[in-house]
Structures are given as structure tokens and as C-alpha cells.
């Protein structure tokens, strides 16, 4: 059964560069037909989708982010990555990593990690 | 993007009543629509997805339904474990968004 965990700071400077870490456990992203998602929850508001990466190093990003969000993968440790860069107090939410199949499941979370809090406070 | 929004906004019930949610499109997004629920403290879970397709392990007391830019989830015989957030979400194509949630209460 997959497990994702997600880390990182949990605290992050305004104008600086948030990154976390998911590892994968119980299955491996190089054997691809999964994109490997990130999503956000701010405080006490609803779910924003940030992006996926595939194994290959296909991303997908949220339009709204502006460039300032990089996904990363390292199949070697079985692990993807987000990063954001110039934050600001907006950026302040729990991020969980995800999972969705390609094709007709694609956007469809069944599995998720428990998340992880970022604030942006100087 | 697809706008998707849902009502009510939250929503007060006893248990074993049977309540409904419905999730509204901006625009058409055939059967691309998943239901999910998120309880204090923890990711969301998901509960339907493709409009009625139940994920493995809920409950047949939750179901969905519903096609176009409307949609429904309904829960019967509510228990005390279904007090939750819930969320609706469209897949069709990225840019994936959810509906701002309905917080269901206990009365």
C-alpha cells in the first residue's frame, strides 16, 4: 500500500523560498503511470491544486502560482519535491502531496500524505 | 478555470437524517466530478468519484449523482462519523479545481 510523507519547514521567511519533500513508500515513482501532485490548503479556506510532475520530469503547474513553483523528482530516492519561491504571508497553508493515475483517473486522489505546514512570518 | 461552488455552505443535521450537497460547474464537465471528505486535522479523503463511482471502503449511505454542471451528494442515515467538511472537484482536464466546501454539523 503507497504512503506518502510530506517535509520540510514548517516555517518560512517572506521573499524566501519554501521547499518540501515527499517520499514515497510502497511503490516506485519510476515505474510511471502516476503524475505526483502537490495541493494546498490555506487556513481555515478551501484546497488549491499547485501541480504534478511524472516520472519522467513532465510538470504541470498552476497558472495562478505565476512561476514561481518548481516540482522536482529524484526516483533514485523515490522522492518529489516543491518548490516556491518570493513568498509571501498568502502562501501560508498545509501542502499535501498526492498521487493520480494517468488517463481517465487522472485527478482523481486516492491516496494523500497527512500534509504539512508552512507558515510565512518573518 | 472551472468555477465550481457548492451549497449550502454548511449545513445542520441529526443523525440518521438524510442530507444532500450539490456542486455547480461553470461550464459542462461531463462526469468528471469526485466528492471528498475532510475531517479536523487530516487530509481529505476521498468519497465518489466519476459522479457516482464509490471509492473502496465508504460507506453505501454515501452516493452521487448528477451530470453537466450539476451535482449531488447525498448521504442517508447520517452517523456521527460523517459530521465532516466535504468538498466537490472536477477532473476534467487541468486545471483541477474544488468547490469551497460544506461544513455539515451536528444539530
Known amino acids: 500500500q503507497v504512503q506518502l510523507q510530506e517535509s520540510g519547514p514548517g516555517l518560512v521567511k517572506p521573499s524566501q523560498t519554501l521547499s518540501l519533500t515527499c517520499t514515497v513508500s510502497g511503490d516506485s515513482i519510476s515505474s510511471g503511470g502516476f503524475y505526483w501532485t502537490w495541493i494546498r490548503q490555506h487556513p481555515e479556506k478551501g484546497l488549491e491544486y499547485i501541480g504534478y510532475i511524472y516520472h519522467t520530469g513532465t510538470t504541470y503547474y498552476n497558472p495562478s502560482l505565476k512561476s514561481r513553483a518548481t516540482i522536482s523528482v529524484d526516483t533514485s530516492e523515490n522522492k518529489f519535491s516543491l518548490t516556491l519561491s518570493s513568498v509571501t504571508a498568502a502562501d501560508t497553508a498545509m501542502y499535501y502531496c498526492?498521487?493520480?493515475?494517468?488517463?481517465?483517473?487522472?485527478?482523481?486522489?486516492?491516496?494523500w500524505g497527512q500534509g504539512a505546514l508552512v507558515t510565512v512570518s518573518s | 478555470d472551472i468555477q465550481m461552488t457548492q451549497s449550502p455552505s454548511s449545513l445542520s443535521a441529526s443523525v440518521g437524517d438524510r442530507v444532500t450537497i450539490t456542486c455547480r460547474a461553470s461550464q459542462t464537465i461531463d462526469n468528471y466530478l469526485n466528492w471528498y471528505q475532510q475531517k479536523p486535522g487530516k487530509a481529505p479523503n476521498l468519497l465518489i468519484y466519476?459522479?457516482?463511482t464509490l471509492h473502496s471502503g465508504v460507506p453505501s449511505r454515501f452516493s452521487g449523482s448528477g451530470s453537466g454542471t450539476e451535482f449531488t451528494l447525498t448521504i442517508n442515515n447520517l452517523q456521527p462519523e460523517d459530521f465532516a467538511m466535504y468538498y466537490c472537484q472536477h477532473s476534467l482536464r487541468n486545471l483541477y479545481t474544488f468547490g469551497q466546501g460544506t461544513k455539515l454539523e451536528i444539530k
Open positions: 498526492t498521487r493520480d493515475r494517468i488517463g481517465s483517473m487522472a485527478g482523481v486522489w486516492m491516496t
Open positions: 466519476k459522479t457516482s
